[in-house]
């Protein structure tokens, strides 16, 4: 059972903890499947702005960065590649 506060959050990670769970977990799906190297090229830029623009002091905070970093890093103009808008 849940406490009526919720979940409590965990203290976020640091950057450099951040990277290293990133680098294996592309080491580890790249083992796998050598095309995920590929496409790990396309969201290691994404993963690092998330990093930057959402906290999660509380779920409040944490919904609302989310939806403002979906809505400006997640629309298609900004993910087409060549796009010089593009500042991930």
């Not at 080491?27 to 090229?41: C, G, L, P, V, W």
């Not at 396309?42 to 990093?51: D, G, H, I, R």
Request: net charge negative; glycine share 2%.
């Amino acid at each position: 059972m849940l406490p009526e506060t919720g979940v409590p959050m965990l203290p976020p990670n640091t950057d450099e903890e951040n990277k290293q769970k990133l680098n294996d977990f592309i080491m580890q799906r790249t083992a796998e499947n050598y095309k995920f190297h590929i496409f790990s090229q396309f969201m290691e830029p994404l993963f690092k702005s998330f990093c930057k623009d959402v906290t999660s002091h509380s779920t409040t905070d944490l919904s609302a960065t989310t939806d403002k970093w979906v809505k400006e890093k997640c629309d298609l103009p900004s993910l087409r590649p060549g796009n010089s808008q593009n500042s991930f």
